[in-house]
């Protein structure tokens, strides 16, 4: 989708500018309790949508072809917004910041909201079949993390992110906003879903199209990163676990190799975003 740089301020008044002056007006519903995280969990998969923030992260979502059903701001931030407002064609709510801070549960100082719709996620077969080098996430429920391990995934040249069904929405607000919107140019898909192939057994389905499958685990028997070898052309998948336990001893089980990354003494584990950019970072070598 193409999004201009600038509109002139004659042509605001061409945009579909919608004055609001109450939290409860019920156009304003995809808004309605933002930092309600259970809430938003629950809704926005069924409803097929999701929160952008911010002008890079809006103008990312859209030329990645996410429609958007609509924009929240104030006016402070209409200059700036226009030109994505102008090319998505949705309609944007204006108002002022206390009356979004009551629709939407808390300041918006990243100035303004879009309402996005989700596209239908590949196949994994199909983005496996494309792919050389993946991330595999199991148990990764925290948005911050996968926020930041799709902006390593991104940066370091990773060609997409398979998430297992415990992992954390990639689209949830707070991991789009950390992901700085590179959940959009990184492709991912949800593995487990086939019901033949529950997660663990669909980690196979990466054994049968050419994947070394390298479990990253503290384990001190584990190959130390720094020996790793990659072929230039060798398909390899990356796979991390849970904060909390790390990888399930299924999921371990079912991988090619352990592989570790060396800890000071008395350090036992990184955060597994750290341990994610750096193994991405040992495949680029
Ligand atoms: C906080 S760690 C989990 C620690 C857990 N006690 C374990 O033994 O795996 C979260 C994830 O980050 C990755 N990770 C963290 N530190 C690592 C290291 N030193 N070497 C390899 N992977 C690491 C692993 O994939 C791990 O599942």
Not at 11 to 28: F, G, H, N
Not at 134 to 162: P, Q, W, Y
């Amino acid at each position: 989708v193409p999004v201009p740089m600038s509109i002139s301020a004659s042509d605001l008044s061409d945009l579909p500018l919608i004055r609001i002056e109450r939290a409860d007006d019920p156009r304003l519903a995809d808004y309605v309790g933002l930092t309600d995280m259970q809430l938003r969990t629950r809704t926005e998969p069924e409803l097929g949508l999701f929160i952008a923030e911010g002008e890079k992260v809006i103008a990312r979502a859209l030329r990645a072809g996410h429609p958007m059903r609509s924009m929240l701001l104030s006016d402070k931030w209409l200059d700036l917004m226009a030109p994505l407002i102008a090319s998505s064609g949705a309609p944007a709510y204006v108002g002022s910041p206390d009356v979004l801070e009551q629709v939407t549960g808390f300041h918006v100082h990243r100035g303004a909201l879009a309402a996005m719709e989700r596209l239908p996620l590949p196949d994994p077969a199909t983005l496996l079949g494309v792919a050389r080098r993946v991330v595999v996430l199991e148990t990764v429920n925290n948005h911050t993390n996968i926020g930041a391990i799709f902006r390593s995934a991104a940066a370091l040249g990773m060609d997409a992110v398979l998430l297992a069904p415990d992992c954390a929405d990639p689209l949830y607000r707070r991991a789009v906003r950390v992901s700085m919107g590179t959940v959009f140019a990184v492709p991912y898909a949800r593995l487990g879903a086939d019901p033949d192939r529950p997660w663990p057994h669909a980690l196979e389905l990466l054994a049968e199209l050419g994947y070394r499958r390298m479990a990253l685990t503290p384990a001190p028997d584990a190959l130390d990163l720094r020996e790793l070898r990659p072929e230039p052309q060798e398909k390899i998948a990356l796979l991390l676990g849970s904060e909390g336990d790390g990888l399930s001893p299924r999921a371990l089980a079912a991988c090619d190799l352990r592989v570790r990354i060396p800890m000071a003494a008395g350090v036992d584990s990184l955060n597994v975003a750290a341990a994610a950019a750096i193994a991405c970072y040992a495949l680029t070598a």
